[in-house]
């Protein structure tokens, strides 16, 4: 079995991982073969850290129709230990990690494979890769594990080591204060939470509440910019912007952050009002909100409302905060339909549910009349983790208050736990008994 440091490994040898078998809630943590360059395009890293996350509950409680036995996890943090031939000083016209990268390296894997060079992947929509897959299915082995292997890891990879080369505005940032405990959250649930917030505040729909001009003239390039002459003038409360949070486990806390950081920065630049409801069901998940918003709170948040409510109390703030109308947005962050039947019902009519929860077949809860009477907007899906990374990263920067720590009340992440705890944490986890938890698989 590999033990110690990198240079005292055999990579031809045994890693301990977590293992799920099918149908449901077995997990078992093995000894398994250490994972091969197989592609030119591969890397292989040992993990520092591996992520247990609300996505892995999915295969757990077998509701993702998986069939076969698998390594779990999906957040990755480590150190580059092998690299196929594709790496060398000389690789040109791909992405820039095929010529930089080296063994030794620190690096953060997104939870899916981005190649960096196809249309998807040029675009910004890397989730949607051509060559996508998720780590921790039966064909990619996940991060739970001593080793991982990680495909087209020229474009997939994001390396700390090279942060703070020439030409990455991050020349002279002090990074030391930056905890590797955090690094974790730029593989899946910060970039995830930030797509939550930017999805719903990049819509046209709430053009109007930032920018002053009714729709359709609030700022897409084909509105042009002469308002018509129809209605009054936009009045103080048609600008307030209404937002809820449905779901505060681990990215729901992180979409809450991210999406305060905007509009805390919206309301300094351009004067913006808002108000946030942030909701979930679980006591235990609000008082971890609340107690992280007093952090922020003290430090430099701005003035808009801030809520942490019930689903009941979420619904009538939803209400009275808007005179009846109803959110302008609803961030959707759990993956239920009861969760997408919360957000319909608190939205108002031509709002945007930005749905990052990850459903599964049931058929949605809405018919076409109920959709068609709201004029509401859907996004749902996977993030695009690859090209949020920048934002991703200066929100964690920023945010070490709450992301740096862990184990207090305020901490997002709860504990670094040893791999042979798995089963225990994939249980309390499962009934939201605890927060975020990292597995060291080296302890
Ligand atoms: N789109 C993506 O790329 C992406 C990435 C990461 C995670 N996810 C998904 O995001 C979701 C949340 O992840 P997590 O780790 O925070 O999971 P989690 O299971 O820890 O948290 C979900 C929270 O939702 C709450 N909840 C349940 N029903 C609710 C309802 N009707 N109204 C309000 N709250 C309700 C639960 O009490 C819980 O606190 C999961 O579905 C996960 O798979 C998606
Ligand atoms: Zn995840
Ligand atoms: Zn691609």
Redesign the pocket.
């Known amino acids: 079995m590999a033990t110690g440091k990198p240079g005292a490994l055999d990579l031809a040898g045994m890693q301990r991982a977590v293992r799920w078998y099918p149908p449901a809630y077995d997990i078992r943590v093995e000894a398994v073969p250490i994972p091969q360059i197989i592609d030119p395009d591969d890397a292989i890293v040992r993990v520092t850290l591996a992520g247990l996350?609300?996505?892995d509950?999915?295969i757990y409680r077998g509701h993702e129709d998986v069939d076969s036995d698998l390594t779990c996890g999906h957040e990755i943090v480590g150190e580059v230990v092998a690299l196929g031939p594709s790496f060398h000083p000389q690789a040109s016209g791909r992405p820039e990690l095929y010529s930089t990268l080296r063994v030794g390296d620190k690096v953060v894997s997104p939870f899916t494979v981005s190649c960096g060079e196809c249309h998807f992947c040029r675009i910004g929509f890397t989730c949607r890769c051509v060559h996508s897959c998720l780590f921790g299915i039966p064909t990619l082995p996940g991060g739970q594990a001593q080793f991982v292997r990680i495909p087209k890891a020229g474009g997939t990879l994001f390396s700390l080591s090279a942060l703070q080369s020439p030409g990455t505005g991050l020349v002279n940032q002090d990074l030391s204060h930056l905890t590797e405990s955090s690094l974790i959250l730029l593989a899946?649930?910060l970039p995830?939470g930030v797509f939550a917030a930017m999805q719903a505040l990049q819509h046209p729909k709430v053009a109007p509440m930032l920018t002053g001009k009714p729709y359709p003239f609030g700022g897409n390039v084909l509105a042009g910019t002469t308002p018509g002459q129809a209605s009054a003038a936009l009045q103080p409360e048609d600008r307030t912007l209404t937002i809820a949070v449905?779901?505060?486990?681990?990215?729901?806390i992180c979409a809450t952050i991210s999406l305060l950081d905007i509009l805390t920065s919206l309301e300094s630049s351009q004067g913006l009002v808002y108000q946030v409801i942030a909701?979930?069901?679980?006591e235990a998940?609000r008082k971890k909100m609340q107690a992280i918003y007093n952090v922020i709170d003290s430090a430099e948040n701005g003035s808009g409302r801030f809520t942490v409510a019930s689903?009941e109390d979420g619904k009538r703030l939803a209400a009275d905060w808007t005179s009846g109308a109803g959110c302008n947005a609803v961030l959707e962050?759990?993956?239920?339909n009861?969760?997408l039947t919360?957000a319909y019902e608190v939205v108002r009519p031509f709002g945007i549910i930005s749905s990052?929860?990850?459903h599964q077949e049931p058929p949605l809860p809405f018919n076409g009349r109920d959709v068609y009477n709201k004029n509401v907007s859907f996004d749902f899906?996977?993030?695009p983790v690859r090209a949020m990374f920048p934002i991703a990263f200066d929100v964690l920067l920023k945010r070490q208050d709450v992301f740096g720590s862990v184990g207090t009340n305020s901490s997002l992440v709860e504990k670094v736990v040893p791999l042979d705890q798995a089963v225990e944490m994939y249980k309390l986890f499962d009934k939201?008994d605890c927060g975020k938890i990292l597995f060291n698989p080296w302890i």
């Open positions: 996350c609300g996505s509950l999915h899946d649930i995830t449905v779901g505060l486990g681990p990215v729901g909701i979930d069901p679980l998940r689903i962050v759990v993956g239920n009861s969760a919360l990052v929860g990850v899906g996977r993030c939201g």
